[in-house]
């Protein structure tokens, strides 16, 4: 059964429990549980943390804890019973521990560690806190520490600053808002020193400043180390001040024993001392240390017989220093005891011995020496500070340790009542003796007795040093052989004071004998008496004692004797008569000197102070007393300070005319004197004194009488000294006074209580008369009534004992209205004026109410004057401050709410003038120092807020209405409403409370929206109808957006536990300010239109706090805004403008999120419904919904860690959106800079010149101004137009786009021409023409384009289910691109497929992306058809300007031919139409159509032939025209290729499948097409007679024997085709390719032969990427059998997919400028042989590297593969897709293109050894190509140095209209089907090795200067050899080019003998192993085996060629 707690309500969790049973409660080890009910051993109820989970829990889990119950039963509260400060160290340490581990995660190790340490701590002393066994005292401390903890911790982790009083949390309800920002103020100074805590209320103006501090030395002797002196040693520590050359402490005496431990056993680890009471002055002298070391023992140390063993002298032996300012940092430092180890010096000359401790601090160090290096004292010391109390409090242990006092000589500076003290210290100075007829000097020893009067030696009143106990002699050590010895050693004489008169000393002076009796001779005496006869103790001075001569039989019993002789010259003058038959005689050759020092307060050496306390025995010299009473010395007064009262008062009484006046002065004197800071302690003597023992019953009347005079005589005198002084003394005076009258009136029964009222007011007048006097001329009455206003507070309660608080208060009214209203009676004057009204103000009289009903009017009245001229505003403040906090903490009272009306009429106005006043300068100092004078702005303008927020906190309905009833007119009101809104926003725009101030923030925010309500009527009542004022609206409305924006009230970004407190105590005032600001502008009516559009934005900004309640609150404002707008204007421009405007700059600060957007489209489409202007106010409300998407897409990509292509797509499309949806220009253009700078930042320079274009095409070319804008200068339209241009142009030059930069040359040099700006014009036209000679010069890469599809609803905003095209950076392939926007989108998935996604994935809540590659399909035809137009200027048109990208994918329909799958490929053909051209304002743009439509079989082999008639035509003409020079090779690679392919098979495959009778039978519809090929064919046939002809003109005689084969193969190929084309032998070689009627067929196209596919890919089970890229040859599968075989195709078996066909063809037949299209084709064992096919376009062959020779077992294959070549389609045909072939994939092998190509690269080869081969596959031609051809002056690319002039053959220029210039990797020279009649090598030239030979085309060896036409005519053709020479072959490999991927065209190559610090870069531009992973490459070529080189004969004069070469080799190899 359930049942209620009772008792167990609250307690803590001690076990962790998981919840594991029915209705559980889960719970963490240390939360606190709310206990409801209990049932056997379980209990239920809540945790504190979720306290709306109910759930059960085990009780003995739970650890209870005593708490209170409020409001039993439902809805109970339960607050623990514990230390308010341990509830707060608890929930801070819960609140650390989470940001604790936080500082670990930001690597903020430091503070991590130390917070750690903090919070064990806190938990160390919240647990001896809690364990209840603390004293108050301790508690108190412990608490202290605490605070100091939390407070730090609190500042270091950026937390709130908790406001305290006492070390508890204050409850801002309690207190007063002054008092709350001093607390606050205080609590941020503890933590910024991390000292003691101090009290945190500031002292009030009456308390006095504190007492000083007492410093202490803790010294502490550890040992003495020494081994030489082996005696007893008396060590004496004393403090030495060395600018003073004096001694200021008591000796410390440590007694040692010969082995150096303590004499008295019980001392060890007790020989320690206290030196007391030093001043802060003290511890500023020059203070040290000093130890002298008294050895006692033999005469000398070292002599035996100096001296019997028993008798023992005192010998000085050595002394120490240590100086304390040297060690005082240290000490203060560290709070324990610290070590110091003295050195122990020796005397030299004992003569000086009382001087070596100066001689050591001076460093004479020819007066001392060290004896040994052992010697040393090691002592410890610590510096203490605090009163004796609190020292031994604090330190209980030192006191355990058998410490010894050590005081100060003399006292301290501060005397405690109490203090009793009677020590005399006397000094032995010196003495001068005689002889006496030795021969030598004499070893003087003085012993010392104190006798009393009856001739007894008084027992232990003599002491050595504290630390010892007291003797009754002292003997003082003994000079050797010293005449006049200086001793110099202190004695303290600590005599009872009763023995003390009548005592004298007795010095006896004795010679110690070093002879073998070693006796000691009495030889004379001296003495000297205490007290002299006028009873004052000997004075404070050096006395020189007269030596009587004696003997040891001298007799001393009798002392009478010589007590009648003089002692000194001063007795001797003052008797005269001395008989000189006495027994004792003077010897006055011999002289005795002491010093004497009194510190005691009981005795006085003051004569004067000695004849007023005994004033009776002279009675006639009391005047003289009297006036001689102020030169007595204050320590002598305090001394005797009640005997001295009670003295004056008798006097008093005794005679009152006469002595009245006097005694009063001496009574001013003795109370000024008890001012003074070190006799300040004995003021409670004096009260004690006043309450106890005064007895003047009759003393007030004389003394009322004496002060009124002095009064009265202030308007004469000029000197007023003693006015002034009594005017001090006045509470002392006053206190004298009022306890008189008291003792008179008990005494009398309250008698003549009239004449003492009336007496009293009187006097009061008399102090009114003294404040009215005008005191500006004279100095002296100033200061008078500065004094008099000083002490008049002091005298209150006083007053309060005699009369009524209403009877004082009038008084006080009086006096203080009295003083002069105006300020202009002095500064100084003010101030003190105002400290008295402050001081009035902090005293108990001001407390009571009745008394306030009086004086706050008349405080009140010179607080306002004082703020009305902006004067002492600080101790204003003050005043203002205790006012309202007496105010508060009386609030219960009735009467307050007349006080703070007065408060209101008084001072609200002026407040907020000064606030106002206070603000401006602080904002202008601020201008102009750049920082805040803090006098005026901080301290001053906290305190002045406080004041008026306090106020403004007391003030309740009533006081408001009286306030707004009281104006007398409208403008009135208005003023004070615009200044309190000012002073208002003021408040929250300048944060007057510093960010950590949350308590003073959120009681701030509170009295202002608590305020603002009760102001807001008065403005919807006064100004809203006839008399509306948009000044005052406007500011209201300012002041309520402002406050609801403040970052204080934003309780979103704290913690919960944070939130809930804030919410529970004011609720969220946001939301309250939120409605009172709605139902205010509902209340505006008609003139809501004056605030349309200056609020939209402050409005904007209030709806966008995150906040569910505020923004439904605010939101439907933006509709009634439209809607008055609509009905004034009949639009919405303005909102609409506004809105747009001010939502971009709030979003891009941070401001708004999702569901400030749906729910601001909601509630405005909910509202615009309804409204006749519904349209355009839906269209407006949808068009911001949409900019609010993307400026959140826009904001979270540039705040995230995003990538640049997503911020710059979101980029585009915020700015596109700006123009065409709501055409805001201003907006669009800062966009458009924008994306220019992120344009910059990424290296886009074309893009970045594009983006600036939009804006530079906005503008005219005029002068019409344009304002400043941006970063552009106020200027006209023209010149900002000229600036973009030239930015522009500067743009287009960096990104090489010098086709797009031309135009705006042109357009700029029209407007200088225009202008006859010739300079300018020039500069332009040369700019111009550079960029032509760029465009013809430079070297520029064709980029890849990629496809890529966005799909899910994961993607953002403007990417979302989208598809873009995207332009790739240079050198970058699929792969790369891949990997690219994988990255970019971390969570997407690539999608394996290229098929258009199904709704599924474009509405799933995730990322797809669909990434292929696509060949652009160029817009300038016309340019690529032309043949004489350089290939550099066709490669721009190809990749620029394009709009329409195509993607193809090969599919077979119906059944699959096997013997030739030509007849059924079908190709699906995907046309993709951009929004916009690329390159463009982006590197990427939205796909807008799509086409697809499906290709032929017939049409494809049209299209292939067709494309490579126009290859063919292109280059023939290039050589017709002289456009390639010198090198044939280009033209024999070509022809070779077409013309092989053609004999082994390669348009016979179309015969075959197109020609035959069974598929035109079936395809009637295609005969056009039949015939269309056939003419395509004989158009070929024809072309290649032509460039036959041309190659016959051009070949080198060498060449010949090539020449003639491919003659003879053409022959064949005609004879092949005569019996389809009859006509065809009648063709004439000679006819011009440019001439037939297919001469402008496109060449863009590039369709493929499936046989040539089928046979790749049976041969190559390889990567087919790298094939396609590497092996470039003609339209033959590979070069014929005669001319012998570069590449061999290894075995494999054929796939049946089409798309496998495809992509084998498309390899087989590539397209060299996209051959790394196909990159993500996946790789394939790498155990095979490397295939190579060849395409139609010799002009792209792969270089050497590429090559490799497949088994010869691959014979068959490789004749079929070869006759299927032909049917390749051309380079525009690339392979596309990443997806594709589908048989591949289905391999499992990722795609990994290095391995591909190594493997194509350096696939097995072995030697060719078939027989079956012909001589001419067997034969080898071995050529040396230096380079691949360059156009001239092009600058080349990085080339092996000796490749340049000493090549075997001329370097082969490359064709201009080429698809590829050299420079760009396609250099057919070296491809595989040119092999055949130029290089081609056998299966054996690489039989030696698997792997391809190394590579030397490195940027090492880049030549010094561009070649020109007269570098490639300086060789002469040399004899090509044919050799077997694999070495040879090898070289040609090596020598070959190469264009380093990081030095484009435009670099400017390096000296070959100073080659750049580079490491090797592949040529290939479109390989990806050798651009992605150079490194693979490397260690490839290192681990390849090397091949046996075979002797090969050089050709005719090479040998030097050959020799230079094999030294560069061997330098290539070493390194």
Request: charge should be neutral.
């Amino acid at each position: 059964m359930w049942t209620p707690t009772e008792e167990e309500k609250y307690g803590v969790v001690i076990c962790s429990f998981r919840g594991s049973v029915p209705q559980g409660l889960v719970l963490e080890i240390g939360e606190t549980v709310q206990i409801l009910e209990k049932c056997e051993g379980w209990y239920r109820g809540v945790s504190t943390k979720k306290p709306n989970v109910k759930g059960i829990f085990p009780a003995n889990y739970i650890h209870l804890k005593k708490a209170i119950v409020s409001n039993r039963g439902q809805y109970e509260t339960v607050v623990p019973l514990e230390d308010s400060i341990v509830t707060e160290v608890t929930a801070t340490l819960q609140e650390w521990a989470s940001l604790w581990k936080q500082l670990y995660v930001k690597h903020k190790v430091d503070l991590f560690y130390k917070l750690r340490h903090v919070m064990n701590e806190l938990i160390d002393l919240r647990r001896q806190l809690l364990s209840g066994h603390l004293t108050q005292d301790q508690v108190r401390e412990v608490k202290r520490h605490i605070t100091v903890r939390l407070d730090w911790g609190n500042e270091h982790l950026g937390l709130d600053l908790v406001p305290r009083k006492d070390f508890e949390v204050v409850d801002s309800d309690q207190i007063s808002v002054s008092d709350l920002y001093k607390m606050h103020l205080s609590s941020r100074q503890s933590v910024q020193q991390s000292t003691s805590q101090v009290d945190t209320m500031r002292p009030r103006h009456g308390e006095t400043c504190r007492m000083p501090v007492p410093h202490h030395f803790f010294l502490s002797l550890k040992s003495f180390t020494y081994n030489t002196i082996g005696e007893d040693t008396d060590v004496f520590f004393s403090l030495y001040d060395m600018r003073e050359g004096k001694q200021i402490s008591e000796r410390f005496l440590v007694r040692l024993n010969k082995n150096g431990g303590p004499r008295n056993p019980e001392k060890i680890e007790r020989m320690c001392a206290l030196f007391t009471d030093l001043s802060s002055k003290d511890m500023k002298r020059d203070l040290y240390i000093v130890a002298h070391v008294i050895r006692i023992g033999r005469m000398l140390l070292n002599d035996s017989k100096k001296g019997p063993p028993h008798l023992h002298y005192r010998r000085p032996y050595g002394c120490a220093v240590l100086s304390i300012l040297d060690v005082l940092q240290s000490l203060t430092e560290v709070k324990e005891e610290k070590d110091f180890v003295l050195k122990v010096y020796t005397c030299n000359n004992e003569s000086e011995w009382s001087q070596i401790h100066e001689n050591i601090i001076r460093k004479s160090s020819a007066k001392y020496s060290a004896p040994s290096a052992s010697h040393g004292l090691i002592i410890s010391l610590q510096l203490l500070r605090g009163d004796m109390e609190q020292i031994r409090r604090e330190n209980p242990m030192i006191f355990n340790r058998g410490l010894a006092i050590t005081r100060k000589l003399g006292f301290p500076d501060v005397i405690m009542p109490g203090d009793i003290r009677n020590d005399l210290y006397l000094t032995l100075e010196k003495g001068d003796f005689e002889r006496g007829g030795k021969s030598v000097q004499k070893n003087i020893e003085v012993t010392m007795y104190v006798l009393y009067a009856d001739g007894e030696i008084l027992k232990d009143c003599i002491s050595l040093g504290s630390g010892e106990p007291n003797r009754s002699s002292y003997h003082s050590f003994v000079l050797y052989h010293s005449n006049s010895p200086r001793w110099g050693e202190i004695i303290k004489l600590p005599i009872p004071i009763d023995r003390f008169r009548g005592s004298h000393l007795r010095f006896e002076f004795r010679h110690c004998s070093t002879k073998d009796k070693g006796e000691k001779k009495l030889f004379g005496f001296a003495f000297s008496p205490l007290m002299r006869d006028d009873g004052t103790t000997l004075s404070d001075d050096i006395h020189e004692l007269y030596v009587y001569k004696c003997d040891e039989n001298s007799t001393f019993n009798n002392h009478a004797l010589y007590l009648g002789l003089p002692c000194c010259k001063e007795d001797y003058n003052g008797c005269p008569n001395i008989p000189s038959s006495l027994i004792f005689q003077r010897s006055t050759k011999e002289s005795f000197f002491i010093s004497t020092q009194l510190s005691s307060t009981k005795l006085t050496q003051n004569v004067d102070l000695l004849a007023l306390l005994k004033w009776k025995a002279f009675p006639d010299r009391i005047m003289d007393v009297l006036g001689r009473l102020r030169h007595v010395s204050g320590e002598e007064i305090v001394k005797f300070l009640q005997d001295i009262l009670d003295t004056l008062f008798v006097i008093l009484d005794d005679n009152t005319e006469k002595y009245g006046l006097l005694v009063f002065q001496s009574l001013v004197f003795i109370i000024n004197l008890l001012r003074d800071i070190k006799y300040f302690h004995f003021r409670p003597v004096m009260d004690t004194y006043i309450q106890k023992h005064f007895a003047g019953a009759l003393a007030y009347k004389e003394l009322i009488r004496c002060l009124k005079w002095y009064m009265d005589c202030s308007a004469e005198l000029i000197r007023q000294d003693h006015i002034q002084e009594a005017m001090r003394a006045l509470e002392y005076l006053f206190k004298f006074i009022v306890q008189s009258r008291i003792l008179y009136s008990r005494a009398t029964c309250g008698m003549e209580e009239e004449q003492f009222r009336s007496s009293i007011q009187e006097l009061f007048q008399s102090i009114r008369f003294v404040l009215s006097l005008d005191s500006r001329n004279s100095e002296t009455l100033l200061f008078t009534q500065a004094a008099l206003l000083n002490s008049f507070p002091t005298i209150f309660d006083e007053l309060l004992q005699m009369f009524t608080v209403q009877e004082v208060a009038e008084f006080v009214r009086g006096t203080l209205g009295s003083m002069p209203s105006t300020v202009h009676i002095g500064q100084s004057m003010d101030v003190v004026k105002l400290q008295s009204i402050a001081r009035t103000v902090d005293s108990r009289l001001f407390s009571f109410s009745e008394s306030r009903r009086i004086l706050l009017p008349v405080v009140l009245h010179h607080i306002h004057l004082h703020l009305r001229q902006q004067k002492e505003l600080l101790i204003c403040s003050g005043i203002l401050g205790s006012i309202f906090s007496i105010v508060k903490t009386s609030s219960l009272e009735a009467d307050v709410m007349e006080e703070v009306e007065m408060m209101v009429e008084s001072l609200l106005d002026v407040l907020l003038q000064t606030l106002l006043t206070i603000m401006s300068k602080s904002h202008a100092q601020e201008a102009v120092r750049g920082q805040r004078c803090p006098q005026c702005t901080a301290e001053i303008t906290g305190e002045y807020v406080s004041c008026l927020l306090s106020l403004l906190r007391q003030m309740c309905d009533t006081h408001f209405q009286h306030l707004l009833d009281n104006f007398q007119s409208k403008d009135e009101l208005k003023e004070f409403l615009l200044k309190i809104f000012c002073v208002f926003r003021n408040l929250m725009k300048m944060s007057v409370f510093p960010r950590d101030w949350m308590v003073m923030r959120l009681l701030t925010s509170n009295i202002i929206v608590t305020t603002v309500q009760y102001l807001s009527s008065a403005l919807h009542k006064n100004f809203t109808e006839t008399d509306f004022d948009f000044k005052v609206w406007n500011s209201y409305f300012s002041l309520a957006v402002l406050f609801i924006n403040q970052p204080s009230l934003q309780l979103e970004i704290i913690t919960s536990a944070k939130r809930k407190k804030i919410l529970d105590k004011y609720g969220d005032m946001r939301v309250m300010m939120a409605y009172e600001l709605f139902s205010m502008w509902q209340n505006l009516g008609e003139h809501k239109i004056h605030f349309i559009p200056g609020m939209i934005g402050p409005f904007l900004g209030v709806t966008l706090v995150p906040q569910p309640e505020v923004r439904n609150i605010m939101i439907p404002i933006f509709h009634d805004m439209m809607d008055w707008e609509q009905r004034k204007n009949g639009n919405f421009k303005q909102v609409e403008a506004e809105l747009i405007d001010k939502l971009d700059s709030m979003v891009s600060e941070g401001k708004g999120d999702e569901s400030y957007r749906e729910l601001f489209s909601l509630l405005l489409l909910e509202k615009v419904e309804q409204e006749t202007w519904r349209e355009t106010g839906i269209s407006f409300v949808t068009s911001v919904t949409r900019l609010m998407e993307r400026l959140l897409d826009y904001r979270d990509c540039m705040k995230g860690e995003e990538t640049e292509n997503k911020k710059i797509g979101c980029t585009v499309n915020l700015m596109n959106f700006y123009k065409s949806e709501i055409n805001k220009e201003e907006m669009y253009i800062r966009y458009i800079h924008k994306l220019c700078d992120m344009h910059l930042q990424a290296e886009n320079y074309t893009e970045a010149a594009f983006t600036l274009l939009l804006y530079c095409e906005l503008l005219q070319w005029e002068d019409r101004p344009l304002r400043e804008f941006l970063h552009y200068p106020s200027q006209t339209e023209w010149q900002r137009k000229e600036g973009l241009c030239r930015k522009i142009i500067h743009y287009f030059n960096k990104g090489k786009s010098w086709e797009f930069g031309i135009p705006l040359c042109r357009e700029l040099a029209c407007q200088y021409e225009s202008l006859y700006d010739y300079q300018s014009l020039s500069w332009i036209r040369k700019m111009e023409a550079s960029y032509y000679d760029n465009i013809m010069e430079q070297q520029r890469l064709e980029p890849e384009f990629f496809r890529v599809g966005f799909y899910g609803r994961k993607f953002p905003f403007f990417l979302r289910n989208k598809e873009y095209v995207c332009r790739g950076h240079d050198y970058e392939r699929l792969e790369a691109f891949q990997q690219r926007m994988l990255s970019e989108f971390p969570q997407a998935v690539a999608m394996q497929h290229p098929n258009h996604p199904d709704d599924a994935i474009l509405q799933c809540d995730a990322q797809y992306l669909q990434i292929y590659a696509v060949t652009p399909i160029p817009d300038y035809v016309d340019v690529l058809q032309m043949d004489r137009v350089p290939d550099r200027v066709k490669s721009f048109y190809r990749v620029n300007n394009v709009r329409k990208f195509r993607y193809d994918r090969p599919f077979h329909k119906g059944p699959k031919d096997k013997e030739n799958e030509f007849k059924s490929l079908w190709i699906e053909r995907t046309t993709l139409t951009l929004t916009h051209s690329l390159p463009g304002i982006s590197r990427w743009f939205e796909v807008e159509r799509r086409e697809l439509v499906e290709v032929s079989p017939l049409e494809n082999a049209i299209q292939v032939v067709e494309n490579k008639n126009q290859e063919l035509r292109s280059l023939i003409s290039q050589y017709q025209h002289k456009q390639v020079h010198g090198n044939i090779n280009l033209l024999s690679m070509c022809l070779n290729g077409v013309i092989d392919a053609a004999v082994n098979g390669g348009i016979a495959r179309y015969q075959e499948a197109f020609f035959d009778k069974d598929y035109i039978n079936k395809h009637p519809g295609d005969a056009e097409k039949i015939t269309q090929l056939k003419e395509l064919m004989q158009e070929q046939v024809h072309v290649l007679g032509v460039g036959l002809a041309v190659h016959e003109k051009f070949v080198h005689p060498e060449m010949r024997p090539l020449h003639k084969k491919l003659i003879d193969q053409f022959q064949m190929m005609r004879a092949s085709l005569y019996h389809e084309f009859p006509g065809l032998d009648k063709l004439s070689p000679a006819c011009s390719g440019t001439n037939t009627p297919r001469g402008n067929v496109l060449a863009s196209h590039s369709p493929m032969s499936p046989e040539s596919i089928k046979m790749t890919h049976r041969h190559s089970p390889m990567n087919l990427m790298g094939t396609g890229r590497h092996s470039s040859s003609s339209l033959s599968s590979h070069a014929s059998s005669e001319a012998g075989n570069m590449v061999m195709l290894g075995d494999g078996s054929m796939g049946d997919a089409p798309e496998d066909l495809y992509h084998h063809m498309q390899l087989a037949y590539p397209n060299p400028r996209y051959q790394g299209s196909v990159t993500n084709v996946s790789v394939l064992s790498s155990s095979q042989a490397s295939p190579s096919s060849s395409s139609l376009s010799s002009t792209h062959s792969a270089p050497s590297q590429m090559i490799t020779s497949a088994p010869s077992s691959a014979r068959d294959k490789y004749r079929h593969a070869r006759e299927m070549m032909l049917l390749l389609p051309t380079y525009r045909d690339r392979p596309s897709s990443a997806m594709y072939p589908a048989a591949i994939l289905e391999n499992g092998q990722p795609p990994n293109f290095q391995r591909a190509l190594f493997q194509q690269v350096v696939g097995a080869c072995k030697p060719c050894s078939d027989p079956n081969l012909s001589v001419a596959e067997k034969g080898h031609y071995s050529l040396h190509f230096d380079a691949f051809h360059h156009p001239l002056g092009d600058t080349p690319p990085a080339l092996p140095a000796r490749t340049l002039r000493k090549s075997p053959l001329h370097p082969i220029p490359a064709s201009p209209t080429s698809p590829q210039s050299g420079l760009d990797g396609s250099n057919s020279t070296l491809s595989g089907s040119a092999s055949s009649g130029v290089s081609s090598l056998s299966e054996s030239n690489f039989g030696h090795s698997s792997e391809a030979p190394p590579r030397t085309d490195t940027m090492d060896s880049m030549p010094s200067q561009a070649w020109n036409a007269d570098e490639d005519l300086e060789p002469p053709y040399l004899p090509v050899h044919y050799s077997l020479s694999e070495s040879a072959v090898l070289d040609s490999i090596k020598a070959q080019p190469c264009r380093s991927h990081s030095a484009p065209g435009c670099v400017i190559p390096q000296d070959p003998m100073d080659p750049p610090a580079l490491p090797p870069k592949p040529y290939h531009p479109r390989l990806p192993a050798l651009e992605h992973d150079e490194g693979v490459l490397l260690r490839e070529e290192t681990e390849r085996p090397r091949g046996l080189h075979r002797k090969a004969p050089l050709p005719p004069g090479s040998a030097k060629e050959e020799q230079a070469r094999m030294a560069w080799e061997h330098g290539r190899g070493e390194q």
